[in-house]
């Protein structure tokens, strides 16, 4: 493993043309659905988020999207006036708002990971076992830096 750290530069500008190509492409495939709700990637990711960590409150949302309150805010705002979300006030600390997918958004966010899930599917399909978890090895390392 040792030779990937001998990677020329030409090699390494094409490992970042397909992380850049297979990101684009991964969340393209949604963009219809999202353009019907005249919502888009920023509202995706939140959607995303609220399917993983269900009650999530904001000040954890901020920090997972590293995006300002005021971003935060406005994409929640949308997502409010489409009726996908809902608030909850934390039991011990009323200052404290909890976010949730309501039916609806629970509904919007399995039509978009349907299409996602397709081309991801197909590329794990695709691929041998031991590629698959080195790849998501892999992913885990850039992601943590």
Do not use: C, W
């Amino acid at each position: 493993m040792k030779e990937l750290l001998y990677l020329k530069d030409d090699q390494l500008k094409d490992l970042i043309e397909k992380l850049f190509i297979a990101y684009r492409d991964t969340f393209a495939d949604p963009k219809k659905i999202l353009d019907k709700h005249s919502i888009g990637i920023a509202h995706h990711k939140v959607i995303h988020l609220l399917s993983m960590y269900e009650g999530i409150s904001i000040s954890e949302l901020l920090q997972k999207l590293k995006v300002t309150k005021q971003s935060l805010n406005r994409v929640l705002k949308d997502l409010t006036k489409l009726e996908v979300i809902r608030f909850e006030k934390d039991e011990k600390d009323t200052r404290v708002k909890h976010v949730y997918l309501d039916e609806k958004g629970k509904k919007l966010f399995k039509e978009i990971f349907e299409i996602q899930k397709k081309r991801i599917y197909a590329a794990l399909l695709s691929s041998k076992s031991e590629e698959v978890i080195n790849f998501d090895n892999v992913l885990k390392k850039i992601i943590n830096g």
